[in-house]
């Protein structure tokens, strides 16, 4: 068994290799998507798309027999599933049972396949304009993550409370009178999950507390605490991942080093999150979990190869040279101190994110507050070590994200050959950052793309860069399957399908517009010449 100090100095030895299968290089259509040049070829894109890293939602088999609570149709048909936010890119090789991106089916597990979220859910942005749909791979993702859960359990419920429908769903799975109980089991815990995670304020599309989520899923749930809970109520947007795997630092905060084994471990922590188990009362060395490790690491190294998209001209208007050129002036005086410019032509940038205090940017407050100031009891865990294998131990009461790392690095540990293996295959050099230990801040990143990150801010609470410019930001806005403002840079207030969108009220906990007022007294002109510039990146 190899302590986590050794992964990480065996992780500085090699660098991550992949599929060097040339990329698409130029945009090309799946299935009613227009998908961009972003260095990734077909088969990365796919693997991207449907590799699962550990979520289980429900047996595979179940997700495609399932009927929708209120009728006969199947859950899983295309039409239902774009009523989430997510995008279908239709049957392939990589994908045979026609799931929308974001939602992949384990490896066969004993003969048992289940579907859950991968990293695509969350990170996949979807642009409307006149007719056309882009597809943003690394993009936010306009998933509506609350109503998909909520509306998975009543399926499963109303399967378990109609006779016929229950009579059709066992007849589809050719399956016994075990079938009852399975399905009442995991109706019930997939109920007691969103109870755990139930909030006042509902999220919308585009969002989730991630933190928040995953500190009840080890804090309450894992180690069986229940007064450990806490609302999770700080979502915010899907972040971008084009220039992630290459910063110093990641997470809004700015609160997980990025260098070493750091990515596998905060990949572990997410896949616990959402639909994840973990077994802290194993026998052996770590902790029984379902986090895939292997495919962590191929997940990784397709999220360094990825670039920002670029503005496509031939779809949404020909950028301005002129004005753009006025307007990287702006920039340099303006932005730049903290948003740090990427060369998207250089594969192997090493970024710095640029940490700014809370009481500086005057965004809302709620997220940087809630990581920082929550603790919890240990529990289980009283005594062990936070390192598992090393560093200091847990008292009867720590840092909820201490308890975080513990239990995601004993899931990593539970198959330390498997770990040492995904780390080496998705090292990448980035630089070095220490542990942030007063992450009361918020992160300036890199721009690139950011034409194509709307609703913007941390906590997705403005819905254009022309209204982060501005100090009178909309107080309420639709985000969603809404048309896409070229002018404005980001969410016009067209919406194309009701349906399909939800409306984000800055006046509620947690959804602050206000702050982050740098841009703001410029002039008009030189105002539409950085949005101009912005576009370029």
Not at 375 to 398: C, N, P, T
Not at 430 to 443: G, N, T
């Amino acid at each position: 068994m190899l302590p986590a100090s050794i992964l990480l100095a065996t992780s500085l030895l090699l660098a991550g290799c992949g599929n060097d299968e040339p990329a698409t290089t130029s945009p090309r259509t799946a299935s009613g998507l227009t998908l961009l040049n972003q260095d990734w070829n077909d088969q990365q894109r796919e693997t991207a798309w449907y590799t699962s890293f550990g979520s289980r939602i429900v047996p595979l088999p179940w997700f495609l027999a399932l009927e929708e609570a209120d009728s006969q149709a199947r859950f899983s048909r295309p039409d239902n599933l774009s009523r989430f936010g997510f995008a279908s890119a239709g049957p392939s090789p990589a994908n045979p049972h026609d799931l929308p991106i974001g939602l992949a089916s384990t490896p066969p597990d004993q003969g048992e396949q289940w579907v859950g979220l991968g990293c695509s859910a969350c990170h996949s942005g979807q642009v409307y304009y006149r007719g056309e749909r882009l597809h943003i791979d690394g993009g936010q993702a306009l998933v509506d993550f609350q109503l998909f859960e909520r509306e998975v359990i009543a399926a499963l419920r109303a399967t378990l409370a109609d006779a016929g429908k229950f009579q059709r769903f066992a007849q589809t799975l050719h399956a016994g009178p075990e079938l009852r109980q399975a399905l009442q089991a995991r109706s019930e815990r997939l109920s007691a999950v969103a109870a755990l995670n139930a909030t006042h304020v509902a999220y919308g599309r585009g969002r989730l507390d991630a933190f928040g989520q995953i500190f009840n899923a080890v804090a309450a749930d894992f180690l069986a605490i229940p007064e450990n809970r806490h609302e999770p109520d700080a979502p915010v947007s899907y972040p971008v991942l084009w220039d992630a795997a290459h910063l110093d630092l990641v997470q809004w905060n700015g609160s997980a080093p990025n260098a070493g084994p750091g990515p596998l471990v905060q990949n572990a922590t997410t896949a616990l999150a959402v639909f994840g188990d973990l077994n802290i009362h194993g026998d052996g060395m770590g902790y029984g979990s379902t986090v895939e490790i292997e495919n962590l690491s191929t997940i990784q190294d397709l999220w360094y190869r990825l670039k920002a998209p670029a503005w496509p001209q031939a779809t949404l208007g020909t950028i301005d040279s002129a004005l753009a050129q006025q307007g990287a002036t702006i920039y340099q005086q303006q932005c730049q101190a903290c948003h740090a410019l990427s060369d998207q032509q250089d594969p192997d940038r090493e970024l710095t994110a640029k940490l700014v205090a809370v009481e500086a940017v005057g965004t809302d407050s709620t997220m940087a507050s809630n990581f920082t100031n929550a603790r919890s009891r240990s529990g289980a865990f009283e005594g062990k070590k936070l390192m598992y294998v090393g560093g200091a131990a847990l008292g009867a009461e720590a840092p909820t994200i201490e308890l975080v790392v513990h239990a995601a690095l004993g899931a990593l540990l539970e198959h330390p050959w498997e770990a040492i293996k995904a780390g080496l295959y998705s090292f990448h050099k980035v630089l070095s950052a220490p542990l942030h230990e007063r992450p009361y801040d918020y992160k300036a990143r890199p721009l690139s793309g950011i034409w194509a990150s709307a609703p913007y801010l941390h906590n997705g609470s403005v819905p254009t860069l022309a209204a982060l410019l501005s100090t009178e930001r909309p107080p309420r806005f639709a985000v969603g399957k809404v048309e896409f403002d070229p002018q404005a840079v980001g969410l016009s207030d067209q919406v194309l399908d009701e349906a399909q969108v939800s409306r984000f009220d800055t006046r509620q906990p947690g959804n602050g517009n206000g702050g982050h007022l740098y841009g703001t007294a410029l002039a008009e002109a030189d105002k539409r010449a950085l949005i101009e510039y912005l576009k370029t990146l």
